[in-house]
């Protein structure tokens, strides 16, 4: 499984479907989990797209470590949230 290397600031961006969420909803957006003690820390700076097909964000800085990359939103017309994952690993330095 090939990484992928974190720098705080940087731009960002995630292609897929269904990927739009409501940003004023804490349990939806863009999370980094922590694969060590599965801890997760949201992307909280304003999204610059938030599109179905498309997020595009500054990465947060983050402790040194190794994390999953997940999307987290409530499908219209659903009320359980779906989760996203990347299949690569984070490495924040």
Same mark, same amino acid.
């Given at each position: 499984?090939?990484?992928?290397? *974190?720098?705080? #600031?940087s731009g960002a961006r995630?292609? #897929? ?17 922590n694969i060590e003690d599965? $801890?997760?820390?949201?992307?909280? %700076? %304003? ?5 179905? $097909? @498309? ?7 983050l402790d040194p470590g190794?994390?999953?990359? @997940?999307?987290? $939103?409530? *499908?219209? #017309?659903?009320?359980?949230?779906? %989760?996203?994952?990347? $299949? ?6």
């Amino acid at each position: 499984m090939v990484g992928w290397i *974190l720098t705080p #600031g940087s731009g960002a961006r995630i292609t #897929g479907a269904l990927l739009k969420f409501d940003q004023k909803d804490p349990n939806q957006g863009v999370f980094f989990v922590n694969i060590e003690d599965g $801890s997760a820390t949201r992307v909280e %700076t %304003t999204m610059l797209k938030n599109k179905p $097909s @498309e997020l595009i964000f500054m990465n947060p800085l983050l402790d040194p470590g190794t994390y999953y990359l @997940e999307v987290r $939103s409530i *499908l219209t #017309g659903n009320t359980k949230i779906r %989760t996203g994952r990347l $299949s690569a690993q984070v490495t924040a330095v």
